[in-house]
């Protein structure tokens, strides 16, 4: 069974709109969240990690939110950019020990055209 | 910066074929990991390893075996490689556990037909 729920599946933009990425997850307990970018044919790259109740995070023009109650997160992309056409991926690690487990999702692909 | 390279980038095998994934990571990173990526999935943790010599089982470990030769080494072996093993297979590394960040290498599409 997923444990990790992203949406949309795809989503195409203009470039310098702003766009908004979900993850629902099921995953217990759940220690952190990440945020992945995934270039086509590369590795991933990390955005951002939350780790508290109610946790906002900003890098850049990416920004991300984690309601633990809801096991929810959000990334925000602001004035999208060509650069910014990638897969992204949630990832939700269920303990903070070594004995943790990652869960990724199958992520969010985004289009982002002139 | 963290780096963990990969090869080959590419590979084309047929059913029943040997194929040794390999990847090295400069980091000095204790953990190591192997994914897939499947359409439609997200990353399953194939083996992983927390130093030379250790070798630990991940979700998706049927078919496959690993192996650790020294702390930048890690190895991912495939004996007798089937069509349902063609896959993005990611190789990442990190200084502790799952806690910590993975510092991906940039992949390895095998295709088994």
């Known amino acids: 069974k997923t444990q990790v729920e992203q949406s949309p599946q795809s989503l195409v933009v203009r470039q310098g709109e702003n766009c908004v990425l979900q993850c629902n997850y099921s995953v217990t307990p759940d220690n952190h969240l990440r945020w992945f970018k995934q270039d086509t044919g590369k590795g991933l790259v990390s955005l951002t990690v939350l780790v508290h109740e109610n946790d906002k995070t900003s890098n850049g023009r990416y920004s991300a939110t984690l309601d633990k109650d809801a096991k929810h997160s959000t990334l925000h992309i602001t004035a999208t950019l060509l650069d910014d056409t990638a897969t992204y991926i949630c990832v939700v690690g269920d303990r903070g020990s070594a004995l943790g487990r990652l869960h990724f999702g199958a992520g969010t692909q985004l289009i982002v055209i002139p | 910066e963290a780096a963990v390279t990969q090869s080959p980038r590419n590979k084309v095998t047929v059913t029943g074929g040997n194929v040794t994934l390999s990847c090295r990571q400069t980091n000095s990173h204790n953990y190591m990991y192997w994914y897939r990526q499947d359409t439609g999935h997200g990353l399953r943790l194939i083996h992983y390893s927390y130093g030379a010599g250790n070798l630990q089982i991940g979700d998706v470990p049927d078919g496959y075996k690993a192996t650790r030769t020294t702390q930048e080494d890690f190895f991912l072996l495939l004996e007798l490689a089937s069509p349902s093993q063609t896959s993005l297979y990611f190789c990442?590394?990190?200084?502790?556990?799952?806690?910590?960040?993975?510092?991906f290498g940039p992949g390895t599409r095998l295709t088994v037909l």
């Open positions: 990442a590394s990190s200084e502790g556990g799952s806690s910590y960040e993975q510092y």
